[in-house]
């Protein structure tokens, strides 16, 4: 049995931009899970399409009713193919990811579209699609779920990582994480409420005298 699911989003960049930022994106804030990207392949086709195969190294925490069932080093990391189909005539970039380490645990495989929004000729429009699949006999439905509810989260990620690159490229100022945010509101609040606290005790003293 396997796992699907697809969704649809869009990003306020050109293709070309997000073409460019495609090839950029590690790292940035909402990617720590990457550790390694490295070419293996590449070409130019006869019609001027790029063809681009890639090794990467992710983080990949088991759940920890999992780990029990899987080696140390295997509950910790995981190398991902990444295929890639660009065809600048057109303006679309197909990409095809999938899992070489952990697959009988649990195997994900997902298929990107990118091309211009039909609306919005600035805009790109990204479809995806993701099959979830896991051969441990007796616990592959409750690894489908734990990996479908993380794909999930990573292509919120993903999303936020694409926006953050796209600014960056563009000379904005990349809009804080959350936790950043958070982080900031934390010191503020602190330095006013040590503020007021220095003015109440400065007030007191000047009482003492009067």
């Known amino acids: ?23 950029q994106r590690y790292p940035n804030p909402y990617s720590n899970h990457v550790l390694t990207e490295d070419i293996i392949f590449r070409e130019v086709t006869p019609d001027n399409r790029l063809i681009s195969r890639r ?5 990949s925490r088991a759940p920890r009713w999992a780990e029990k069932f899987l080696p140390a080093h295997m509950a910790q990391k995981a ?7 660009v065809d600048p005539q057109d303006k679309t970039m197909t990409t095809l990811t999938w899992n070489i380490t952990h697959a009988r645990v649990m195997s994900i495989e997902e298929r990107c579209v990118y091309s211009v929004n039909s609306e919005n000729n600035n805009w790109t429009e990204i479809k995806r699609e993701a099959w979830i699949s896991s051969k441990l006999y007796g616990l592959s439905r409750a690894i489908q779920e734990f990996g479908l509810a993380r794909f999930k989260s990573n292509v919120t990620k993903t999303m936020k990582g694409f926006e953050f690159v796209l600014a960056t490229m563009q000379g904005e100022t990349p809009t804080r994480t959350l936790a950043e945010t ?4 934390a010191r503020e609040t602190a330095l006013a409420a040590k503020e007021k606290a220095k003015d109440l005790a400065t007030q007191a003293q000047k009482k003492q005298y009067v």
Do not use: H
């Open 1 to 23: 049995m396997v796992k699907y699911f697809s969704c649809s989003g869009f990003l306020k960049s050109s293709w070309d931009q997000v073409f460019l930022a495609f090839w």
């Open 55 to 59: 090794l990467l190294t992710k983080t």
């Open 79 to 85: 190398f991902i193919i990444e295929d890639s189909i």
């Open 182 to 185: 958070a982080t900031v509101r």
